[in-house]
Nanobody
Framework: QVQLVESGGGLVQAGGSLRLSCAASGGYFRINAMGWYRQAPGKQRELVASKTNGGRTVYADSVKGRFTISRDNAKNTVYLQMNSLKPEDTAVYYC????????????????WGQGTQVTVSS
């Protein structure tokens, strides 16, 4: 059973910073990629940033230059450093991991954290 546990959300003023963390635990073969999505009220969930084992990093255009994703593979943890926060960054942020399993065969599965609220006041 794989679990993703997030922490670090909260309320911050515009221009401030927050750091989100997400740790994976449980039984699996390998974590292929970890990332962050967000969902604002009335909007679809969208990719914020992701990072593969090979170091390939993707950012949403709206956060480039302000957010930084990093991973600590030894701790199975992904971080999202969010600087220069704007009110439009307000959303529930979800950790995502593509995890590989190998039992009778190799397969991958997406897992999600429970979500953490980020609120940016103007």
């Amino acid at each position: 059973q794989v679990q993703l546990v997030e922490s670090g959300g909260g309320l911050v003023q515009a221009g401030g910073s927050l750091r989100l963390s997400c740790a994976a635990s449980g039984g699996y073969f390998r974590i292929n990629a970890m990332g962050w999505y967000r969902q604002a009220p009335g909007k679809q969930r969208e990719l914020v940033a992701s990072k593969t084992n090979g170091g390939r990093t993707v950012y949403a255009d709206s956060v480039k230059g302000r957010f930084t994703i990093s991973r600590d593979n030894a701790k199975n943890t992904v971080y999202l450093q969010m600087n220069s926060l704007k009110p439009e960054d307000t959303a529930v942020y979800y950790c995502n991991a593509e995890i590989a399993h190998y039992s009778a065969s190799y397969y991958t599965k997406d897992y999600w954290g429970q979500g953490t609220q980020v609120t940016v006041s103007s």
